[in-house]
């Protein structure tokens, strides 16, 4: 086995599992809940069909076109692949950021938007409906930052 695909293998397996999961369940939520259908998991918990033409949790939407978002997602993308080369501390959350924006990308040239699902509340607050895709951005986003921080302070 080449060693640069050991060196890359988790960071595929991270990508190939978070892309993966994140088309599956929208396909799960397309073919069975008509959009705006809502089912109750938990007194706090819903999982409803809906179409985000915004970013993550439905922010910007309707003021960007969709084209743009697909570039601004690809120019993203090779900048955080370029910068993960330089530094292996941060393959695995780019690998997450990467998987979560190429899976929102595919819902926009498929669906012509992004399928969200995933409805937390809090009495009559919503927290803006997301998807597995939103969660990898935000969790590699989060690592990203707390490694860069990590390492300036030891610097």
Known sequence: MPESFKKYRLVA????FTL???QLSK???VENLRLGELVNIF???NIVHVQNRGVTFGLLSGTLQPVILIALSLVV???????????ENYRLPTSLVIGGAVGNVIDRI???SVV??????????????FNVADSAIVIGVFLLLFISYSE???E
């Open 77 to 87: 993308v090779w900048f955080l692949i370029s910068y993960a080369r330089k530094n």
């Open 13 to 16: 397996f991270l990508f190939l």
């Open 110 to 112: 498929v669906y012509g």
């Open 152 to 154: 300036g302070k030891n």
């Open 20 to 22: 993966l999961s994140d």
């Open 116 to 129: 969200d699902f995933l409805d937390f509340h809090l009495g009559r607050y919503h927290w803006p409906a």
């Open 27 to 29: 396909l799960l939520i």
């Open 43 to 45: 007194p706090f918990f």
